[in-house]
């Protein structure tokens, strides 16, 4: 690790993660209740784990119990696209196997899964891991993709881990993550191989929650860095008078960081994919509505602004995402044919012949840089959607409505558009107080799980909007969380992603006061995240989990080695 650090990494090394209070103080013991299953999928599941399937939800409570204090040796590793915290989550494992007995040994598979497949690895001593505490990204040991669900490759999974004489793998991911963590787990068990597996929920995206799991590492930071970016433009905007602002936010699946940025700033306008999908909106119909917005304010001489959109905007709109079908069908047979053209027009014009009209319609209304987007797949047949930049073709769309407006005297106003994209400015970002006692809780939880000699379980954890003292952590079987979908043309095991519910407390909140926000520069600057101070300035969650799970919190009793830097 470098060692040159700036005074804030220096002060933020001394920073001591908080744990719940029964978790602190070993007084703890784990119960089992019945696990809530999927109905649509329950034979399919129960078929493809056969092992796993039915197992209780875990959950430790005050009380007296015993775990396993024999010295053992656990895997980890991180998987899938980096998220703040995902360093304290080693942390955290280490510090309550060592506690259990300082014989045990960490060994930290290296580049993800694929780490696991070869055979690379390092161990990890506290003296390594200490240079790493509340820091972000996921540089100690680094991530992956890879997917290890192929005989072979689970097969060399075992192998690696008998080899060194790992006996529990701890898994750090999202859903796709620990459904390979649920395929380890299964794999392991059926074949009878004493190799445990315990899965950890992470995304920024924040889409891998439920009621076992209020929501995942990451998210927390990711949108307060994005959230003070965005006011920072709110602030630009008011100041200087003469842009609108479209900021795309990270989030393909899920619209919950454009949500929870929402919460925080108070745009103009915030465009959120679940609510289209329900209100069954077109591209159009959301040019429409950006249009009304620009001249409402225009008319109240105000011709700037700042307009939230989502990743995956486009595959939620009813037209796209009937075109996106359409062309996926026609690639499936005529995509050699299709890259013999080499002259767009040509191109365009054999996939118009194709499409039905209404997608015709569609896939004209869009930019000739966009449509040729369209026509690629990448290595696994899948359209490449995240290659377009939605933010600036909602800014082409609307600039041509309003020019067109301008021609015949229904708008007077000025409009001149900026775009921004934040995405990977947040995914590495030194963790909030939140994450960092969150991430270090779900450590150490995981721990525990696997000292009660549980495999196939995600670690669970709850009541997250109060104070850490009051966190209910636990663990619930991957298999209770499941879902059958279709991937690459097969149906396979998925955890379902979660969406934002626009029936929840969240979203309610939010489209009570979005008219006002429209008129008024109602624009609240967040800043960036505080690591010291007032517990409501450094400690508070998002206001996502806030509105959902509780009223929001102020730890008045947080001790000084935690709020204040060593001197």
């Known amino acids: ?159 690696t881990l008998e080899s060194l004489g790992v006996k529990s793998l701890v898994v750090i991911g999202g859903d796709d993550s620990n459904t390979n963590a649920a395929l380890m787990a299964e794999y392991f068990t059926a074949n009878g191989y004493d190799i445990q597996v315990i899965g950890v929920p992470k995304t920024i995206d924040g889409d891998m929650k439920n009621e076992h799991i209020e929501t995942s590492f990451g998210f927390d930071t990711a949108s307060k860095t994005f959230a003070e970016l965005a006011g920072n433009i709110c602030r630009d905007s008011m100041s200087a008078c003469k842009y609108w602002h479209f900021i ?8 919950h960081i454009t949500l929870e940025v929402a919460l925080q700033i108070h745009p103009n306008i915030a465009i959120i994919s679940e609510e289209v999908e329900a209100s069954g909106m077109t591209l159009p119909d959301v ?32 037209d796209v995402k009937e075109l996106i079908a359409e062309l996926g069908k026609i690639l499936d047979t005529d995509e050699d044919y299709i890259n013999t053209l080499t002259d767009p027009s040509d191109r365009r014009q054999h996939i118009d012949t194709r499409l039905t009209p209404a997608s015709a319609k569609a896939y004209g209304s869009l930019p000739d840089d966009i449509q040729q987007v ?48 934040f995405g990977y400015e947040g995914r590495c970002v030194a963790p909030s107080n939140f994450d960092a006692d969150y991430t270090y809780t779900l450590g150490y939880t995981a721990a525990l799980l696997l000292r009660a000699g549980l495999t196939g379980y995600t670690v669970s954890a709850t009541n997250l909007a109060k104070p850490a003292d009051e966190w209910v952590m636990g663990g619930v079987p991957v298999a209770s969380m499941l879902t059958m979908e279709l991937r690459k043309g097969k149906m396979k095991p998925v955890i379902k992603k979660a969406l934002v519910d626009v029936d929840g407390n969240a979203f309610k909140s939010f489209a009570q006061v979005r008219d006002r926000w429209l008129v008024e520069d109602d624009y609240v600057f967040p800043g960036p995240i505080q690591y010291f101070g007032p517990c409501p300035v450094c400690d508070a969650t998002t206001k996502t989990l806030q509105l959902e799970c509780g009223d929001g919190w102020c730890n008045a009793n947080i001790s000084v080695n935690e709020a204040v830097p060593a001197k």
């Open 248 to 255: 795309r936010l990270m989030g393909r699946a899920a619209s």
């Open 1 to 159: 690790m470098n060692s040159k650090l700036s005074a804030l990494q220096v002060a933020r090394a001394e920073y001591k993660p908080k744990l719940p209070k029964l978790l602190k103080d070993n007084s703890f013991k784990l119960v089992f209740e019945e696990a809530v299953l999927d109905t649509a999928s329950i034979d399919d599941i129960r078929r493809q784990f056969p092992h796993s399937f039915g197992k209780p939800l875990a959950r430790f409570v005050s009380g007296e119990g015993s775990l396993s204090n024999e010295p053992v040796s656990v895997g980890v590793v991180l998987s899938g696209g980096q998220a703040p915290g995902g360093h304290n989550v080693i942390a955290g494992l280490l510090d309550a196997l060592k506690a259990a007995n300082e014989n045990s040994r960490l060994i930290g598979f290296l580049g993800g899964p694929a780490g696991i497949v070869k055979g690379k690895y390092t161990e990890l001593t506290p003296e390594f891991v200490a240079g790493y505490r509340n820091t972000g990204g996921f540089d100690i040991i680094g991530s992956g993709r890879d997917k290890v669900e192929k005989p072979e490759d689970l097969e060399a999974c075992r192998k």
């Open 287 to 318: 040019v429409d509505q950006i249009v009304e917005g620009v001249c409402k304010r225009a008319e109240a001489g105000k011709n700037y602004g700042i307009i939230l959109i989502p990743e995956g905007l486009l595959e939620f709109l009813a």
């Open 374 to 421: 369209l026509l690629r797949r990448d290595k696994h047949g899948n359209l490449t959607l995240s290659q377009i930049e939605t933010e600036k073709l909602l800014i082409d769309l609307v600039n041509d409505r309003i020019r067109l407006m301008q021609t015949t005297g229904e708008f007077k106003g000025k409009f001149a558009a900026l775009n921004h994209f």
